[in-house]
Structures are given as structure tokens and as C-alpha cells.
């Protein structure tokens, strides 16, 4: 009797587990970049902040939100700053949270390129379900590359995801 293999499953990983370590080789790569330093002040951790405590970590920081589902800046190095607790959400005056029209003034200033780029880029779209993409983002990542936003259009129209629901079908009606 011929014995029947069983066909393993290969098990496919989830986008919301690749999308949390693309954010974190995001975040690396931005205090990487800034030497772990806060581009707002110049501190570093270990250097005492404000209330004369010491500064234990940096924050990478989106300029343009991440929130948008399919704009690839949310993983763009380019779209980041690294600083301090501080100059993160804590400070009323000088945040990036809490004082746009100072940081967007800061950001011109002193980030010229980043700002322009961002203002070039914020209403771009792909499809970011789509794991080519998703794999390009993350080799342009690791490997410190900058990401070409045309690169993923082109993977977008190269290999299109297939729809898995209904939702995702665009269904016309028949044509009369």
C-alpha cells in the first residue's frame, strides 16, 4: 500500500506582523541615521533634559502621518525625525505633536530637502496589502536604500494583488 504524503501547509505571515517590523526597522533605521541624536536640540541619551533628568531613549517621529492606509511615506526614511522625549509630545511649545505651525517652521528651516519631498510625496498611493511591495519596502530599508515610489507603482501595476473579498472586487454592472 502506497503510503499518501501529507502536503504541508507553508503558513503565509501576517500583514499586520510584517507591518510592525517594517515600523520598527523604520524607527532603527531614523535614529540610526540621526545618530541617535534629536535633530531639534543635539541631546543624546545620557545627556540630562529638562527638569535635570536624564534622557533615556530617542523617538522616531512621522512627519507626514502614517495613518493613511496606502501612502508608502509611513516607511520612507525621509519622512522622519529622530528626537528627544521632549521635542517629541512632551514640550507645549516645541513639539511635533503639540506645536505643528513651530515644527512645520522648524522643518523648513532646518530640513529643507525632507519638507520639500514630503510635500512632493504626501498624496502618493499604492497598494500596501500587496506583499511585493511590502518586500520592497523592507530590502530598501535594510539595505539603507532610498525608496522609490515609482519602484512600488511599477510593482503595483507588474504584479497586482488578487482581491480575497468581495469588498475589495470592484463590481460593475453589465453593460446593456
Known amino acids: 500500500m502506497d503510503k499518501i504524503k501529507k502536503i504541508k501547509k507553508v503558513k503565509i505571515e501576517s500583514l499586520p506582523k510584517i507591518r ?3 515600523f520598527k526597522l523604520w524607527a532603527e533605521k531614523v ?3 540621526a545618530n541617535n541624536t534629536c535633530e531639534w536640540c543635539n ?3 545620557g545627556d540630562i533634559g529638562e527638569g535635570g533628568k536624564p534622557i533615556t531613549t530617542m523617538n522616531a517621529h512621522h512627519l507626514q502621518s502614517r495613518r493613511n492606509k496606502s501612502n508608502p511615506l509611513k516607511w520612507d526614511i525621509r519622512n522622519s525625525v529622530c528626537v528627544c522625549p521632549l521635542h517629541h509630545k512632551f514640550s507645549c511649545s516645541e513639539s ?3 506645536s505643528p505651525v513651530i515644527t512645520i517652521n522648524w522643518l ?10 514630503i ?3 504626501f498624496n502618493d498611493e499604492v497598494d500596501l496589502e500587496n506583499r511585493l ?3 520592497e519596502i523592507e ?15 511599477q510593482i503595483e501595476i507588474e504584479s497586482p494583488r488578487i482581491a480575497k473579498s468581495p469588498k475589495e472586487i470592484d463590481i460593475q454592472p453589465p453593460a446593456l
Request: aromatic share 6%; net charge positive.
Open 108 to 117: 523648513i528651516k532646518n530640513r529643507p530637502e525632507r519638507f520639500n519631498y
Open 31 to 33: 535614529k540610526e541615521k
Open 43 to 45: 541631546k543624546k541619551p
Open 133 to 135: 511591495i511590502l518586500k
Open 119 to 121: 510635500l512632493e510625496h
Open 96 to 98: 511635533f505633536h503639540n
Open 20 to 22: 510592525r517590523r517594517l
Open 139 to 153: 530590502r530598501c530599508l535594510i539595505e539603507d536604500i532610498p525608496l522609490d515610489i515609482n519602484r512600488l507603482k
